[in-house]
């Protein structure tokens, strides 16, 4: 692959990103869960499925990337983002709609991890690999951006009713398809094999040699996730919490864009912030996120949301500045693996604190 197919591939991959955070539906489902008669305690029974789900799927479906290929995990994602969207237009139980957060879970887990390595790979066979810390503060970017204007049109998204959103996420869903069908595969170390579960053996066992072995990962892995869980819980039940606190309908989306905006900036100012410490940039990120948490018992709109403006420059700042750091101790050929491991490790602290943020927010 050459510098420009390298650089090519990397922009097909922010218009992906770009469009999952477009899908109204997906940044607005706890909003419209509320409206459908679900509780703030129900919704976070919801949150803990998905992420019991992810837990079981990501570090297979990481698996699955390095050993099938990146580009046919990616595609599949988007699949798995169709078939929750029409459990959701066609079921209204509770037991319906963990079904749809599972396939939901799935979507994301085949999509984390993989994204990382098709990026990080791709610029490496182009030998500009040194490119990948702006990839990742750009994507984080265009995701948060697209996602805080999919926020901004909560107050569409509950005019349109969930069946017409969820309709509109499978359209924005198919085209991610169509724009993976166009990928390339980077060259893989384990592509030498003809036994696929040779090729799973070889990755699962060199995935736990490397997480052994090296405590500054783990503790980097840890700390990301935890940080991300609070700073995303806060956001999530602000859909829920701010009409509870007297803001109109119409200004839900508005409002949560603006908190959205925290994490875009904090996206992009760690790019300007390279000669930062990693210790210092988790002091930051961690005085953050305690701001955050305590503006929720503040009581104000605005105070509420200022802080959770903070967390989420916060969340981003140290969520791309650990995925750089990462990724240059990871080995290619288990690079997806051990991305989602870094995942999954968000989905264990987000299964425990999401029915105690559900409890809060009550």
Not at 116 to 136: Q, R
Not at 150 to 174: E, P, Q, R
Not at 293 to 322: C, H, K, N, P, Q
Request: proline share 2%; net charge positive.
């Amino acid at each position: 692959m050459n510098t420009n197919k390298a650089r090519n591939q990397i922009t097909k991959l922010y218009f992906i990103d770009g469009i999952g955070g477009l899908m109204i539906a997906g940044a607005s489902w706890v909003a419209l869960l509320a409206a459908r008669g679900f509780s703030t305690v129900e919704i976070g029974l919801f949150e803990s499925i998905f992420h019991v789900a992810s837990m079981i799927f990501e570090v297979p479906s990481g698996a699955a990337a390095d050993v099938f290929g990146r580009k046919k995990v990616m595609i599949t994602a988007s699949v798995m983002t169709i078939i929750s969207s029409i459990l959701m237009i066609f079921t209204n139980t509770f037991a319906g709609i963990s079904v749809a957060m599972v396939f939901s879970a799935l979507s994301y887990n085949l999509a984390s991890g993989t994204r990382e390595a098709l990026a990080y790979d791709s610029l490496k066979e182009a030998g500009i690999e040194n490119e990948y810390s702006k990839f990742a503060s750009n994507d984080m970017v265009i995701y948060r951006l697209t996602s805080s204007l999919g926020t901004l049109m909560a107050g569409i998204a509950l005019m349109l009713g969930y069946k017409k959103a969820n309709a509109l996420d499978i359209l924005m869903a198919i085209a991610a398809i169509l724009i993976g069908t166009t990928l390339m595969e980077p060259k893989s170390e384990l592509s030498h094999h003809t036994s696929v579960s040779a090729r799973f053996k070889e990755v699962a066992l060199e995935s736990v040699r490397f997480i052994k072995e090296n405590r500054k990962a783990r503790l980097i892995i840890i700390f990301n996730a935890f940080i991300g869980a609070v700073a995303t819980l806060i956001v999530f039940f602000l859909q829920a919490k701010l009409p509870q606190l007297g803001i109109k309908t119409i200004w839900l989306g508005p409002a949560l864009f603006s908190v959205g905006l925290g994490s875009v900036i904090g996206a992009k100012a760690i790019e300007y912030c390279t000669y930062l410490r990693y210790k210092y940039a988790s002091l930051f990120a961690v005085i953050g996120i305690a701001i955050a948490f305590g503006s929720i018992f503040t009581g104000s709109i605005a105070l509420t949301m200022l802080g959770a403006f903070v967390g989420g420059f916060a969340d981003s700042f140290i969520e791309v500045r650990s995925d750089v750091v990462l990724n240059n101790m990871i080995p290619s050929s288990q690079r997806a693996t051990l991305m989602s491991i870094n995942s999954f490790t968000f989905s264990v602290i987000m299964i425990i604190l999401s029915p105690v943020f559900g409890w809060i927010f009550s």
